[in-house]
C-alpha cells in the first residue's frame, strides 16, 4: 500500500522493518516525553525540598544537581557500551527503561535534596537513546545496500525527540498547577512503563542479521 512505501521511506528503513522500527520509534518517544515532562518540575521540586526562600540553597543545588547528572552520564558510557557487547543493544534498552522508572519514581517520592541526587545514580544506566539509534542504524542498512539511509533513520529519531520536548516540556509545566510535582514525576514514569511491554517484543539485533524466506 502507498502508505506503508510512506512511512517506510519517512523512517528511512528496509521495508521488512517498517513496523519494528515504528515500534522503536514510539518506545523513544514515550521515554524522552518523561524526560521532557519533568524538565520544568525540577526546579520547583528542589525549591520545595531546599525551604521558601533559600533562593541561594537553589541555585547551588541545581548547580551541583545538573553537574553530576552528566558526570553520571558520562560514567555510564563505557557500561552501556559492555552490556551491548556482552548481552545486546535489546539489553541496554530494557535497562534504560527500568533506569528511568527508578529515577521517576524516586522523584515522587522524593522528601529531601539527597534523595533527588541519589537518584541521578540511575543515569549510569539510562542510554536509551544510543540504544534505539543503534536499532535504526542496523535497520536501514540491513542489506548492505548503496544508499544507506542511517542517517536520515537517526534524524526522524531526532526530530521526534525534538517535538516532544517543545510539546511537553510547556505540558509539564501547567501539569504541575493541576497535579502537583510529585504527580507529574509518577506520570512521566508511567509513560515509560507503558512502552516496557512493546520494547521486550523487539527482535534482538543479532536476530535482524539472519535471512528470511521469501524477502
Known amino acids: 500500500m502507498a502508505w506503508k512505501e510512506k512511512l517506510t521511506t519517512f523512517l528511512g528503513t528496509q521495508p521488512m522493518y517498517t513496523k519494528t522500527a515504528l515500534c522503536v520509534h514510539v518506545v523513544w518517544m514515550f521515554y524522552s516525553s518523561g524526560f521532557h515532562l519533568l524538565l520544568p518540575v525540577i526546579p520547583f521540586l528542589l ?3 531546599a525551604g521558601v526562600g533559600e533562593t541561594e540553597t537553589v541555585g547551588v543545588a541545581y548547580g551541583w544537581f545538573k553537574s553530576i547528572k552528566h558526570l553520571m552520564s558520562v560514567v555510564g558510557a563505557p557500561v552501556a557500551g559492555y552490556c551491548a557487547d556482552r548481552w545486546g543493544t535489546k539489553f541496554v534498552l530494557l535497562m534504560s527503561l527500568c533506569a528511568a522508572m527508578t529515577y521517576f519514581a524516586l522523584y ?10 541519589a537518584a541521578q545514580v540511575s543515569v549510569v544506566f539510562q542510554h536509551a537513546k544510543q540504544a534505539t539509534q543503534t536499532y535504526l542504524v542496523h535497520m536501514s542498512a540491513i ?3 548503496k544508499n544507506n539511509k542511517g542517517t536520515v533513520a537517526v534524524g526522524r529519531l531526532t526530530l521526534a525527540s525534538g517535538l ?12 504541575v498547577n493541576q497535579l502537583g510535582m510529585r504527580n507529574v514525576a509518577w506520570l512521566a514514569c508511567g509513560l515509560v512503563a507503558l512502552v516496557f511491554p512493546l520494547a521486550c517484543c523487539l527482535p534482538p539485533m543479532h536476530s535482524m542479521y539472519k535471512p528470511r524466506v521469501g524477502k
Open 47 to 49: 525549591s520545595d525540598l
Open 108 to 117: 515522587a517520592c522524593s522528601f529531601s535534596l539527597w534523595m533527588l541526587f
Open 143 to 145: 542489506q548492505k545496500q
Open 164 to 175: 516532544s520536548r517543545l510539546a511537553l516540556a510547556a505540558v509539564g509545566g501547567a501539569a
